[in-house]
């Protein structure tokens, strides 16, 4: 369904299709001159962004955040939505299959503040789908320090390895697609050679974000990191645990194994004295052996 955002009674013209139909096609071609192929370039769902040159005009894909996503989406195509923009002559062309909020926003702000020129139109609609990704990145920001709390207060329940792939799942791809639409631009750049600040403009929004979006990463794999680190203290202090009461108990079992052979011949079979200061004995390496492992810290250690 077309439908005409900036009417035409300006010098240049914004026309939106939403959910092209077969009729669509043929207008766009026959009225704007697109190629048929790239029309049906913007209804694959796997592009990636990209930018051509053609005869007939610019052609920009480009990926919005989709805001319904949910965090459990792991895909391309179910993180972000496929907008197409054609810039031929005076008029800019935007192909979406799904209603984009963000494009209403552009559309209203247009007819408050007036864009000077189709590039301010133009830049004003990129800019646009850029910004989507800004709630995405804050809300990543968000969950890595809960991460970051729930691994130094050792809350090992809430640190489940489905949540943390999703998490560096959604990462790599926020940075894979903001990567792509900044080399898109790149190309781009003798469409705005007589507007160089807008180019650069777009591209610092771009580099904000992946820069954020980076230094969440790096903190994150160190932050995992340590989180092995502490699993690991944490089967050392265990391990720590069970060797002290080993310690203590092996002596008492090589004295109860001794006694307990079948042999006629052992000394103190029939005595009470030897009983008792078998007994005694055993006591005693007991409490050596609590009170050396207490020195040397191990049980403070064990609870700590």
Request: net charge negative; glycine share 2%.
């Amino acid at each position: 369904m077309i439908t005409e955002k900036l009417l035409t009674n300006r010098d240049f013209t914004w026309i939106d299709v939403q959910e092209p139909q077969h009729e669509d096609f043929e207008k766009l071609n026959s009225d704007f001159g697109l190629s048929y192929l790239l029309v049906q370039d913007t209804l694959r769902p796997e592009h990636l962004p990209k930018y051509e040159e053609t005869e007939n005009g610019h052609f920009l894909m480009m990926r919005s955040f989709d805001s319904d996503c949910n965090f459990e989406d792991m895909t391309v195509q179910g993180l972000t939505r496929k907008i197409a923009l054609f810039v031929k002559d005076n008029k800019v062309i935007t192909l979406h299959r799904v209603e984009l909020d963000f494009l209403d926003g552009v559309a209203e702000k247009c007819k408050r503040i007036d864009p000077k020129n189709l590039m301010v139109l133009v830049h004003s609609i990129i800019i646009s789908i850029i910004r989507t990704y800004e709630k995405p990145v804050l809300n990543l920001q968000d969950l890595y320090d809960d991460f970051e709390q729930d691994v130094l207060t050792k809350k090992n329940e809430n640190l489940s390895t489905k949540r943390i792939y999703y998490f560096r799942r959604q990462v790599f791809i926020l940075k894979r697609l903001l990567k792509q639409t900044n080399d898109a631009l790149y190309r781009m750049k003798d469409f705005w050679e007589e507007y160089p600040s807008m180019l650069q403009d777009l591209r610092e929004n771009i580099d904000q974000l992946y820069f954020q979006l980076d230094e969440v990463s790096d903190n994150f794999e160190h932050l995992f990191e340590l989180h092995i680190a502490l699993n690991d203290q944490r089967a050392n202090e265990v391990m720590k645990v069970l060797t002290v009461f080993s310690s203590i108990l092996l002596p008492l079992n090589f004295l109860a194994s001794f006694y307990g052979m079948n042999f006629s011949r052992l000394p103190g079979l029939d005595s009470f004295e030897a009983l008792y200061s078998l007994i005694a004995v055993m006591i005693l390496t007991s409490v050596i052996a609590i009170w050396y492992f207490r020195r040397k810290g191990w049980f403070n250690t064990a609870k700590e």
